[in-house]
């Protein structure tokens, strides 16, 4: 037998069913994210006040970044992140994505994506029920809408909470155009489909992966 051969995890990802997992919207996957929630929350909290510091000491602005996202069948809620751009990064073009080496993005704010470091205060969306710990990312109103106008099916992704890590997101680069967020759907819709435990725990060790070989965006 080949040494090639797909395990039967990859064959199922490369096989998407129409239909949606029913671990997306059950207690399990909830009462997972609240514990992981709440751990994350209490083992990161010490990262805070030295991330803070360092932001502050960057530029000026805010240390805290909240931002409308879309979220379960389209609710909007806020998501905060710590800020990595500069203060009113959007005042002259608004709502667009980050590109590479985007300008608008500070010294110390490349060092936490790069990290992750950025993304830490969404364990209190996570709690709160606006996000899940897997699952697609959480996409703004206004570029959701540029998206769907292109490709409606995009929508699709807005059948499951919004994650803070995900399958589109340690399988694929992060994209910063309508074109390339179509291969973006296809994982989520991948991991809509065979949404699991045991899938959310790979997705997790890929991240940890990603953020040991500092591939953050």
């Known amino acids: 037998m080949s040494n090639n051969m797909p395990s039967a995890e990859q064959r199922a990802l490369m096989n998407p069913k ?13 009462s997972i994210d609240i514990l992981v929630g709440v751990v994350g929350l209490f083992f990161t909290f010490f990262v805070y006040i030295p991330v803070a510091i360092l932001v502050k000491l960057d530029s000026r602005g805010p240390v805290f970044y909240r931002q409308t996202r879309l979220g379960l069948n389209g609710r909007e809620f806020r998501l905060i992140k710590f800020r990595t751009m500069v203060f009113d990064a959007e005042k002259s073009n608004g709502p667009s994505w980050a590109v590479q080496n985007d300008p608008r993005i500070t010294r110390v704010g490349k060092l936490l994506r790069r990290l992750y470091l950025d993304e830490f205060p969404q364990w209190w969306n ?29 929508s699709i992704r807005l059948e ?12 694929y680069r992060y994209t910063n ?38 591939r953050g965006t």
């Open 160 to 171: 499951a909470k919004p994650g803070i890590t995900g399958l589109a997101q340690t399988e």
């Open 177 to 214: 155009s309508i074109a390339e967020s179509r291969h973006k759907l296809n994982y989520d819709q991948r991991y809509m489909s065979h949404a699991s435990v045991a899938l959310d725990a790979w997705v997790v060790l890929r991240t940890f992966r990603r953020v040991l070989l500092r």
């Open 126 to 154: 996570v709690i709160k029920g606006d996000m899940s710990l897997v699952g697609p990312r959480p996409e703004r109103p206004e570029l959701t809408e540029l998206i769907t106008d292109t490709y409606p099916k995009f």
């Open 18 to 30: 129409r239909h949606q997992s029913p671990y997306l919207m059950s207690r399990t996957k909830r």
